[in-house]
């Protein structure tokens, strides 16, 4: 049960909401919620919110 909590705290650690990502990004929180939508932005679902990976963000500002 303890494992689950310390898995989506690092999970959550690891990724940002689109208000996040958007300001790191300098976009509208509306473009990378399309990005996601088409594809292009990997991003998991939790509840009603969007988790975009750091990884996604990097790779987006050009970076590996």
């Keep these: 049960h303890g494992e689950g909590r ?3 705290q ?3 650690r690891e ?7 958007a ?3 300098n976009r509208h929180p509306r473009t990378i919620k399309r ?6 932005v990997r991003a998991v679902k939790i509840g ?3 988790e ?4 996604e963000v990097i790779r987006l500002k050009g970076g590996k």
């Design 6 to 8: 310390r898995q989506r």
């Design 10 to 12: 690092r999970r959550i």
């Design 15 to 21: 990724s940002m909401k689109i208000p996040e990502a």
């Design 23 to 25: 300001k790191q990004l």
């Design 35 to 40: 990005w996601i939508q088409s594809g292009l």
């Design 48 to 50: 009603r919110d969007w």
């Design 52 to 55: 975009v990976p750091e990884s």
